[in-house]
T-cell receptor, first 113, second 114 residues
Framework: NAGVTQTPKFQVLKTGQSMTLQCAQD?????MSWYRQDPGMGLRLIHY???????DQGEVPNGYNVSRSTTEDFPLRLLSAAPSQTSVYFC????????????FGPGTRLTVL | DQQVKQNSPSLSVQEGRISILNCDYT??????FLWYKKYPAEGPTFLIS?????DKNEDGRFTVFLNKSAKHLSLHIVPSQPGDSAVYFC?????????????FGKGTLLTVNP
């Protein structure tokens, strides 16, 4: 199993540009989520999905869209990038059961100029 | 409102000694607590967890203690090794309908000196 994969690893955008961060998992996990990590802020939940076709907002959803058309994929879209979205983005997935351990991808480092 | 707090941004320990990382929480509805370890340029990896009905869980060199009355948990690493140098995140899981969502602390950078 590849686990959770994320592409790209690095990305530089200009303000106002759009892009999609890709996330895929091959563990047949129902739950997937997106976090951003900023210095001194820990990991903050952006959006999450409890299954195909179901998404919901996390702690910091503004400026981001998600969709979940398949169990495997959970892309994160930035429609109009802003410098405040410069961050490291992590995708995670988990299956049913205790303790709902989340498996994280390697991250995407995004810089918005 | 920060529900999971790691008040020490960093901790430095000598190799072979004990490392103690602390975490406080405010939400009494949390029913599971997890510790994650993160190396630079990698995603966090699960380390150890504890249910709210327990007060201790041990896995090799790692032990997590939970004090529910104080809403406090701690991670003990004995003995500490240089490879343990990483950022450690405390996380808590809500009960009931939010049982997939984790709330993370800001992390503590542990440095183990040879």
């Amino acid at each position: 199993n590849a686990g959770v994969t994320q592409t790209p690893k690095f990305q530089v955008l200009k303000t106002g540009q759009s892009m999609t961060l890709q996330c895929a998992q091959d563990m047949n996990h129902e739950y997937m989520s997106w976090y951003r990590q900023d210095p001194g802020m820990g990991l903050r939940l952006i959006h999450y999905s409890v299954g195909a076709g179901i998404t919901d907002q996390g702690e910091v959803p503004n400026g981001y869209n998600v969709s979940r058309s398949t169990t495997e994929d959970f892309p994160l879209r930035l429609l109009s990038a802003a410098p405040s979205q410069t961050s490291v983005y992590f995708c995670a997935s988990t299956g049913r059961g205790i303790p709902n351990e989340q498996f994280f991808g390697p991250g995407t480092r995004l810089t918005v100029l | 409102d920060q529900q999971v707090k790691q008040n020490s941004p960093s901790l430095s320990v000598q190799e072979g000694r004990i490392s103690i990382l602390n975490c406080d929480y405010t939400n009494s509805m949390f029913d599971y607590f997890l510790w994650y370890k993160k190396y630079p340029a990698e995603g966090p990896t699960f380390l150890i967890s504890i249910s709210s009905i327990k007060d201790k869980n041990e896995d090799g060199r790692f032990t997590v203690f939970l004090n529910k009355s104080a809403k406090h948990l701690s991670l003990h690493i004995v003995p500490s090794q240089p490879g343990d140098s990483a950022v450690y995140f405390c996380a808590a899981r809500g009960s009931g309908g939010s049982n997939y969502k984790l709330t993370f602390g800001k992390g503590t950078l542990l440095t183990v000196n040879p």
